[in-house]
């Protein structure tokens, strides 16, 4: 298991104090299906929940690693009033996806964290697998190498094209095909 820490440093990432989980690191999950995380990473999560996390099953495919306040929070905002479940099929299936997709872990002494095999296969992080350990700010998360390279031409293209939205809006020229 290596992790390079290619983007964390106190000039290109965040884990200076001023910002949490910011940067980007390399690194490979091991036989155990463990992704080790950087020291900036593990003090940031040590400072803000003891390591006591949530890995959580991410739409695009990727597993979130959240202190627990943050994964509680976006699950109320996400199911609003736990009243109406019963009634909204939607708010069912938002509950399933939550439960299901979500398991509470804790960063070891050595800055590992153990992703469950459920979600190792869901976002393609099998045991020697290539991985991309992304900081989001409020927490990291872990992607398949290739897919995490998909993920950024993804939203290279989106902000290219926002851009262009922009400036023919700004030069008067219809956006409409």
Known sequence: MCCNG???????????????????????????????????????FLRRCDGEVVLFGLPEGAVAVYPEEVYQEMRRR???DLDAVGASFAARRSLRRFGSMASAAKISRQGRVTLPEV???????????DAKVVGVEIGVEIWAADRF?????DILRAEKNKRQLELNQEEGVSNEP
């Open 6 to 44: 290619n983007f964390w440093n106190k000039k290109e990432g965040c884990g200076s104090g001023m910002l949490s989980f910011c940067g980007m690191d390399s690194c490979r999950v091991d036989g155990a299906g463990r992704v080790r995380l950087t020291t900036p990473t593990v003090e940031d």
């Open 78 to 80: 996400e199911l609003g």
């Open 119 to 129: 979600l190792q296969r869901f976002a393609g992080l099998l045991p020697g697998s």
């Open 149 to 153: 390279e998909a993920e950024m031409t």
